[in-house]
């Protein structure tokens, strides 16, 4: 059943990126400016909440309760921002890649300094959602064939299959199917993703509520009296999850991780106009919170099953979804639905940052479309970029894989606030004053910021017992922002 799932899910894929997609860099960059804003604003869904979202929230439940909510609460705030502030920024200057805005703002120098980081944070946290996405199914392809395999025409599939096999295979389906028409094709098929992955999280709801001997109602009001349905931190201020660091840091991370991402930008410039693409950031901003809201109640609903069948909890929260999955206990549905929705969430995290980090390096890096070169010329290099990133993201994940590591989400948050703080302050200095920095300063104050703010979070926390949160990434920018303001002037420039 599993294997007919996923051959059924890429065969549909791959239609429908072949049908949406277009060849050319207009299509690939920008989509051709002709996305409806309402399949962008829902594929944008399956985008930001990625597989970490589908195998990992649930799981967080174990130690901070429901209190991710207060994020979530924060990141409708960011979008209102970055649909209010920044969208008619990039609309107004055309923008193909949002870091041009630095070149014409700076100069080439800060230009190239927020591409960069863009690039840099961008691998590292995609290849970590991408690590925790594959491991997770290569473990459903093992426990199927441990139930007895897989059947194909007689022939019998099964034995083990390496994390680097796993992850090539499917960073090859990606490139094959994103290859021509990148952004134009990836709206659609973003579409997809999202539907496959909400519905395979709504089956499989449903399937722990039927095990509890609940309709819906029920199960929501067993969530509401549970005691980690708790949402709300007011009383330790020393907490990482005290409320308004919590939703401050929603509010700053939407912000960066969406209105200064190009990954995220993409789609949204593919809309025909402004408002078009307002009213699509407006409308992720919305339905994030009652997504998030069902992940974490499927997260306290499987701790109750947990209990109802005597399992031990797993070690990791991350694993709290898939040990259940796992132990047949929810049937081969289930195991079909959380890998076809593993797949999906894989699939529509790596293909965007895949596309994201190659418009980035061909527009920001090489400068492919200001040098005169052919469209033959400029379609054969932007091939070889999109080649070689495939290849540097294999790389990345393989030495995740290597390292290894628990709470990958919580990582990938901390790594948002520490490379994403320079972009963070360059575009909010541009936005805000009048004033433009020495541009060949730009680069040692951007990596002299996420420095001094780890050294400042260590001595804190060794002389006050204060550890800093996602919220060092406001600390980041302002660093950043003060930094450009001493070695400024007073321009006419807007």
Not at 133 to 153: D, K, T
Not at 312 to 317: A, F, I, K, R, V
Request: net charge positive; charged share 10%; proline share 2%.
């Amino acid at each position: 059943m599993v294997l007919i799932v996923l051959i059924g899910y890429f065969v549909l894929l791959w239609t429908v990126s072949k049908l949406a997609g277009r060849e050319g860099n207009d299509a690939f960059f920008r989509g051709n400016r002709q996305s409806p804003w309402g399949l962008v604003a829902f594929g944008m869904v399956g985008a930001s909440i990625s597989g970490l979202t589908f195998i990992g929230v649930p799981g967080w439940v174990m130690g901070i309760d429901m209190t991710y909510m207060q994020m979530c609460l924060g990141f409708v705030f960011g979008y209102l921002l970055v649909a209010f502030v920044l969208l008619p920024v990039y609309y107004r200057w055309g923008l193909t890649s949002i870091y041009t805005y630095l070149e014409r703002r700076f100069g080439a120098t800060s230009y190239r300094t927020g591409a960069s980081f863009f690039i840099l944070s961008k691998l590292l946290g995609a290849a970590a959602k991408f690590y925790v996405v594959v491991r997770i199914l290569q473990m459903c392809v093992e426990a199927q064939w441990m139930q007895g395999g897989w059947s194909l025409g007689g022939w019998e599939i099964g034995g083990s299959v390496s994390y680097g096999l796993m992850a090539l295979f499917t960073l090859l389906f990606i490139w094959l199917y994103t290859r021509r028409g990148g952004i134009r094709a990836l709206v659609w098929t973003d579409v997809l993703q999202t539907a496959v992955l909400l519905v395979a999280m709504l089956l499989i709801l449903v399937e722990v509520c039927s095990l509890l001997n609940m309709d819906m109602g029920k199960a929501l009001v067993a969530v509401w009296h549970d005691s980690h349905s708790r949402m709300f931190e007011f009383g330790d201020m020393a907490s990482k999850q005290y409320f308004w660091k919590q939703f401050l840091s929603g509010i700053f991370i939407v912000v960066v991780m969406t209105g200064l991402d190009q990954d995220m930008m993409q789609k949204n410039l593919t809309c025909k106009n402004l408002q078009a693409a307002q009213k699509d950031m407006c409308m992720s901003g919305v339905l994030f919170v009652p997504v998030n809201f069902l992940f974490l109640s499927l997260g306290v609903l499987l701790l109750m099953l947990y209990a109802q069948t005597g399992m031990p909890l797993p070690e990791n929260g991350d694993d709290l979804l898939s040990g259940m999955v796992f132990s047949g206990v929810l049937g081969q549905t289930a195991l079909a639905l959380f890998t076809v929705g593993v797949v999906a969430s894989a699939f529509s995290s790596a293909d965007s940052a895949l596309t994201a980090l190659t418009t980035c390096f061909c527009v920001d890096i090489l400068g492919i479309e200001r040098k005169g070169v052919p469209e033959e010329a400029m379609v054969s290099l932007r091939k070889k970029v999109h080649l070689a990133m495939m290849f540097a993201f294999l790389l990345c994940t393989l030495a995740f894989n290597a390292i290894g590591n628990h709470g990958v989400m919580d990582l990938i948050y901390t790594l948002v606030s520490y490379t994403y703080g320079p972009l963070l302050g360059l575009f909010a200095f541009g936005l805000f004053t009048k004033r433009k920095p020495q541009d060949k300063v730009v680069p040692y104050l951007a990596v002299a910021s996420p420095v001094v703010c780890y050294l400042t979070d260590v001595v804190v926390y060794a002389s006050t017992g204060y550890k800093f949160g996602y919220e060092i990434l406001m600390l980041n920018g302002l660093l950043t922002f003060v930094g450009l303001w001493a070695g400024s002037r007073r321009t006419v420039t807007s």
